[in-house]
């Protein structure tokens, strides 16, 4: 069962820098795809940033500059370290994966396993 966890989520500045992390039990990051949403209030979930079983990464072009996604295989964990943050960047941040190897999408619906999701206040 593949099951996913959020957090870092919280109540930051803006202009600061945030991450987050995504622990993935029941598949190897080797072997699956994640990817990272952000759904704001009142708007549907948009993918940011995806990385692939083959650590191949893939960035959203609105969020590349500000954005960086990594993983650490050891601890099966995924991160998103988002800059200069706005209030645009409010909302619930949910990574999803995926246990296909070579593929990668930004359409939430090609995505079965999700976490519960992180809430991120950016105030000024």
């Known amino acids: 069962q593949v099951q996913l966890v959020e957090s870092g989520g919280g109540s930051v500045q803006a202009g600061s820098s945030l991450r987050l992390s995504c622990t993935v039990s029941?598949?190897?990051?080797?072997?699956?795809?994640v990817t990272w949403f952000h759904q704001a209030p009142g708007e549907e979930r948009e993918g940011l940033a995806c990385?692939?079983?083959?650590?191949?990464?893939y960035y959203q072009d609105h969020i590349r500059d500000r954005c960086t996604i990594s993983r650490d295989n050891n601890r099966n964990t995924v991160y998103l370290e988002l800059d200069s943050l706005t209030s645009e960047d409010t909302g619930v941040y949910y990574c999803?994966?995926?246990?296909?190897?070579?593929?990668?999408?930004?359409?939430?619906?090609?995505?079965?396993?999700w976490g519960q999701g992180t809430r991120v206040t950016v105030t000024s």
């Open positions: 990385i692939i079983s083959n650590g191949d990464i």
């Open positions: 029941g598949v190897t990051l080797e072997s699956a795809a």
């Open positions: 999803a994966a995926d246990g296909r190897t070579g593929w990668g999408s930004f359409h939430p619906t090609e995505y079965h396993h």
